[in-house]
């Protein structure tokens, strides 16, 4: 099990770029979840797919935050134009689902990546 | 929006029994409560979960109230390696909430 996987790990980018951030979720797993964390705000949770669909977005911030999982195999986190406001660290999480319940197994994390958006 | 209140910081020395609190007053019936724990610069990590009976594993155990608006995680023997900040969140409609956490620094 080699766990949650992204890239990169850290970016630096200038404000106005396109970042687009990635995500290796764990074989089998059917839940992805992208957060967000910074020291003001903490962990936020952005967006969850289910079976790739996204399933609840309402935590992106505004409209250039998009997310796709084109397969069960990959995320995509992507921010176009980029402003300095976005930097945070981006984690990706993957959990099993057990159906219409209150219960879920674990998050798995990644390890993040660290954006700079100067 | 975060449901769990908790201590910004606490300390314990090595060696003897951390326990960590939280409050989780809005919590409904069939929530279950999952702890997490973070190290400096890597995704959190999950140490335990439970409903409303005390659980137990290898590296916690979990005690919760009996009106389940309140849990404490305890880390029997805390090591240097604990020192972490750690998370109590609720799960409901597939929605995991961390609050702020609790930064535990184990001290020799």
């Known amino acids: 099990d080699a766990g949650v996987i992204q890239s990169p790990r850290h970016e630096v980018t200038e404000m106005g770029q396109e970042v687009t951030l990635r995500c290796k979720p764990i074989?089998?797993?059917?839940?992805l979840f992208w957060y967000r964390q910074t020291m003001m705000r903490g962990l936020e949770l952005l967006i969850y797919f289910n079976n790739n669909v996204p399933i609840d977005d309402s935590g992106m911030p505004e409209d250039r935050f998009s997310a796709k999982m084109p397969n069960a195999s990959f995320s995509t986190l992507k921010i176009q134009p980029s402003e300095p406001r976005d930097s945070a660290v981006y984690f990706c999480?993957?959990?099993?689902?057990?159906?219409?319940?209150?219960?879920?197994?674990?998050?798995?994390f990644g390890n993040g990546t660290r954006l700079t958006v100067t | 929006d975060a449901k769990t209140t908790q201590p910004p910081s606490m300390d314990c020395a090595e060696g003897r029994a951390a326990n960590l609190p939280c409050n989780h007053s809005?919590?409904?019936?069939?929530?279950?409560v999952y702890w997490y724990r973070q190290i400096h610069s890597q995704g959190p990590q999950y140490i335990i979960h439970g409903l409303k009976n005390n659980e137990t594993n290898e590296m916690a155990s979990l005690i919760i109230t009996e009106d389940r608006k309140s849990s404490t995680l305890i880390l029997p023997h805390a090591t240097l390696r604990d020192t972490a900040v750690y998370y109590c969140?609720?799960?409901?409609?597939?929605?995991?909430?961390f609050g702020s956490g609790t930064k535990l620094n184990v001290k020799p």
């Open positions: 999480a993957s959990s099993l689902g057990r159906g219409a319940s209150s219960y879920n197994s674990p998050l798995h």
């Open positions: 969140t609720e799960y409901n409609f597939n929605k995991f909430y």
């Open positions: 809005t919590i409904s019936g069939n929530e279950y």
């Open positions: 074989s089998g797993h059917d839940y």
